[in-house]
Nanobody
Framework: QVQLVESGGGLVQPGGSLRLSCVAS????????MGWYRQAPGKQRELVATLTNNGRTNYADSVKGRFTISRANAMNTVYLQMNSLKSDDTAVYYC????????????WGQGTQVTVSS
């Protein structure tokens, strides 16, 4: 069973930065594509960024050039660096581990709140 724990959310002013962290319960990155998703009040959960097991990244158009997904293998941690934050970025951010092999479980973290407001 894969467990994910996010941290790093909080209140930040527009134009500010935050770095989210997602710690996995083991060394899973070779078997999982990692992703960050977000869900704003009254909206569906949406993809923010993904990082495949072989290191490829993908970003939602709304965050390209502002957000960066990365990982530290030795620490079993995935990061989401968020710069130039806007009020539209306000949401609960979730970490996801999507298996590359059939039969392995998909996993979600509990979420961390990001609020961008002056």
């Amino acid at each position: 069973q894969v467990q994910l724990v996010e941290s790093g959310g909080g209140l930040v002013q527009p134009g500010g930065s935050l770095r989210l962290s997602c710690v996995a319960s083991g060394n899973i990155f070779s078997l999982y594509n990692m992703g960050w998703y977000r869900q704003a009040p009254g909206k569906q959960r949406e993809l923010v960024a993904t990082l495949t097991n072989n290191g490829r990244t993908n970003y939602a158009d709304s965050v390209k050039g502002r957000f960066t997904i990365s990982r530290a293998n030795a620490m079993n941690t995935v990061y989401l660096q968020m710069n130039s934050l806007k009020s539209d970025d306000t949401a609960v951010y979730y970490c996801n581990a999507a298996p590359v092999l059939v039969g392995l479980p998909n996993a979600w973290g509990q979420g961390t709140q990001v609020t961008v407001s002056s």
